[in-house]
């Protein structure tokens, strides 16, 4: 089993920066991707970035441009640099790790508020 911990998030007025990180443990042997969704108050949670150990990536077009989500294999971690924040960035955000037999694996969740 992968467990997965978040580190970072905060308070950040709109148009700041945060960069959140993760690091996994476990079966890391396993993990042919991480990245991050989110979840908003009353809404579902959603896909944020994802990395795959070869180094592809995926953005949500709303973060498209403004975050970097980057993966460093040997350290097994990931972080999602988060540039022009805006309100609507506003949630929780979530580790994922994805395992070669195809299970999602996930974090605690890190808040992050952007708020003036």
């Known amino acids: 089993q992968v467990q997965l911990v978040e580190s970072g998030g905060g308070l950040v007025q709109p148009g700041g920066s945060l960069r959140l990180s993760c690091a996994a443990s476990?079966?890391?042997?396993?993990?042919?991707?991480m990245g991050w969704y989110r979840q908003a108050p009353g809404k579902q949670r959603e896909l944020v970035a994802t990395?795959?150990?070869?180094?592809?990536?995926t953005y949500a077009d709303s973060v498209l441009g403004r975050f970097t989500v980057s993966g460093d294999n040997a350290r097994n971690t990931v972080a999602l640099r988060m540039n022009s924040l805006t309100p609507e960035d506003t949630a929780v955000y979530y580790c994922?790790?994805?395992?070669?037999?195809?299970?999602?694996?996930w974090g605690q969740g890190t808040q992050v508020t952007v708020s003036s």
């Open positions: 476990g079966s890391i042997f396993s993990i042919r991707a």
């Open positions: 990395v795959t150990t070869s180094g592809t990536t």
């Open positions: 994922n790790a994805r395992t070669g037999i195809s299970r999602d694996h």
